[in-house]
């Protein structure tokens, strides 16, 4: 009997014994450390694997990410010929949605502001902006990126997306490619990051870029957190180039004591809360996954190493 191996979260592993058992008989389900008999072992669902993968599961057939993400993982550690496949399931996808609409609704209607004024007890109202006069840009358009421009254009915000490569988007204005990127962080008073965090992507969010988007526009950061280069947020946001940021991935995680996001009045940090998977529609989702493989059929989610996602 095949083994499929769980090395993550113990309590959402548990969720994902009971959906096989039901689902999926005839795999033997293991939660790490139990792994059984290593040459029996097929499939792996890790966030980080075990080291020498090829000589301590020599039969392994795929990998999967327990998380969103593939950026944990050592690709030149990894086979050569190993399919992996990054977990794309709803649970994932509406908390992103949630949590960004939440955020850009937030800067669209000054609460930031209106916080601070509390403090201040200050009683101040400010003006109100129509949200087809506010212009929203996603950078990154896989389906998370697609999912929010999905919800957010329809509570009449003028969106856009960016990407590396063309994609297209109903009802939406995309751009791609560097040609493309100066036009897109013009036309940006709220720029959104769900970018995967590659060679190109690291250090992505800089001086060079915040300089390209109007005065005074505002950061959702929910990308990773090597993307953002701090000292040139806090220096932006010190300018006024920026006014807000939500930060919720940093580097490191967590943040140590001190730092200055801690206290910024001008910074709302959450602790990479924004997106998790739920652990009965993901192991869904890698059932389905399971089903697809041993059909021949593509899996979804299965990585391009040549792109890194």
Same mark, same amino acid.
Do not use: Y
């Given at each position: 009997m095949d083994i499929f191996l769980y090395k993550s979260d113990p309590v959402r592993g548990r969720h994902w014994a009971e959906a096989f058992r039901q689902r999926a008989?005839?795999?033997?389900?293991?939660?790490w450390p139990d792994i059984g008999d290593p040459a029996r072992v097929r499939f792996l669902a890790a966030w980080e694997p075990p080291a020498d993968l090829a000589t301590?599961?020599?039969?392994? &057939?795929?990998?999967?990410?327990s998380g969103a993400g593939v950026d944990?993982?050592?690709?030149?550690?990894?086979?050569?010929?190993?399919? $992996?496949?990054?977990?794309?399931?709803?649970?994932?996808?509406?908390?992103?949605?949630e949590y960004v609409t939440h955020a850009v609704l937030g800067l669209h209607r000054d609460m930031p502001q209106y916080r601070r004024q509390q403090r201040e007890g200050v009683w101040k109202p400010l003006p109100v902006r129509r949200a087809a006069e506010r212009r929203i840009g996603v950078l990154g358009l896989g389906s998370?990126? &697609?999912a929010v421009l999905a919800q957010l254009a329809p509570l009449g915000f003028d969106c856009a997306g960016w990407s590396r490569s063309r994609?297209? $988007?109903?009802?939406?204005?995309?751009?791609?490619?560097?040609g493309e990127l100066h036009a897109f962080l013009a036309r940006t008073d709220v720029l959104i990051c769900l970018l995967p965090l590659t060679g190109e992507t690291r250090g992505f969010l800089g001086a060079a870029l915040f300089d390209q988007l109007p005065r005074g526009a505002a950061l959702v950061h929910v990308g990773r957190g090597p993307q953002l280069v701090e000292r040139d947020l806090l220096a932006a946001l010190e300018s006024g180039q920026l006014t807000e940021a939500v930060i919720d991935v940093?580097?490191?995680?967590?943040l140590p004591a001190g730092h200055a996001f801690w206290a910024h009045p001008r910074i709302q940090l959450t602790p990479?809360?924004?997106?998790?998977?739920?652990?009965?529609?993901?192991?869904?989702?890698?059932?389905?996954?399971?089903?697809r493989f041993q059909a021949g059929e593509p899996m979804v989610g299965l990585v391009d190493r040549s792109k890194g996602y």
């Open positions: 008989p005839r795999i033997d389900f293991r939660i301590t599961f020599p039969h392994l &057939q795929v990998l999967f990410s944990q993982f050592d690709f030149e550690a990894l086979p050569a010929d190993l399919p $992996v496949v990054r977990m794309i399931e709803p649970g994932i996808v509406s908390g992103m949605v998370l990126g &697609q994609r297209t $988007v109903d009802g939406v204005a995309t751009c791609a490619g560097a940093t580097d490191p995680e967590p990479h809360i924004a997106s998790m998977t739920q652990p009965h529609s993901a192991a869904e989702a890698v059932l389905e996954n399971l089903r």
